[in-house]
């Protein structure tokens, strides 16, 4: 019955996890697409700044998307292990993700002043990433309900993952300490000539011969 249950927790942790990868791609793909118009913008305008310092807004894309396709990586391998140690550095990663997101639209909500806490944006990237945000507001507040659910998920999937191997380890051990010693099948153990039921051969008798004294 555990293994079966153990099964299907590590799929549903799979399906999951891969959920994250996929938002972690597009938030590489859309920084290398920055990357790349900053250069091409940075080349054609000669007043513009070095284009090989990425305004802080490109460095924060880049820099969440690799952490969540690293994230990513590890859930796999922890699903596939089912490790005590790698399940829980992974819940401990998607933990610190989902307080991340919830500080930053904390503080958005509830500062009106938030933009003056940032840096200035050169490349205006921010400025149009914020006008697709305010245009598409329903579609972004799903997609971010779908993340934090699916973060969520994540944690729930992975401690139960966990529970279940440590109350597998558990049970293992309580049988290994109650258990009586079985004897071998193939060699019976050995028993003292003296007893009762030690076994004798039997056939003809083997005859006695006397000493002969000289």
């Not at 507040?141 to 558990?170: D, F, H, M």
Request: glycine share 6%; net charge negative.
């Amino acid at each position: 019955m555990v293994r079966p249950v153990k099964s299907c927790l590590q799929l549903s942790l799979k399906i999951a996890n891969i959920t994250i990868g996929f938002m972690g791609i597009a938030m590489l793909i859309y920084g290398v697409w920055m990357v790349r118009v900053w250069q091409r913008d940075a080349t054609n305008s000669p007043s513009s700044p070095d284009y090989a310092q990425f305004p802080w807004f490109i460095h924060a894309f880049l820099g969440v998307g690799i952490a969540l396709c690293a994230i990513t990586c590890l859930g796999h391998v922890a699903a596939n292990s089912a490790n005590s140690c790698c399940l829980f550095f992974y819940i401990f990663l998607i933990f610190v993700l989902l307080l991340s997101e919830i500080g930053i639209t904390a503080d958005v909500f509830l500062n009106s002043d938030w933009e003056k806490d940032l840096p200035e944006d050169p490349s205006g990237r921010f400025d149009d990433f914020k006008d697709f945000v305010d245009s598409n507001s329903d579609v972004c507040q799903w997609i971010a309900l779908l993340c934090v659910l699916t973060q969520g998920c994540c944690i729930v999937l992975a401690s139960l993952l966990r529970t279940l191997g440590k109350a597998k380890e558990n049970s293992h051990e309580n049988e290994g300490e109650y258990s009586e010693p079985s004897a071998p099948l193939l060699r019976p153990p050995e028993l003292p000539p003296n007893s009762p039921l030690y076994p004798y051969v039997i056939g003809e008798p083997v005859p006695q011969y006397p000493y002969k004294i000289v």
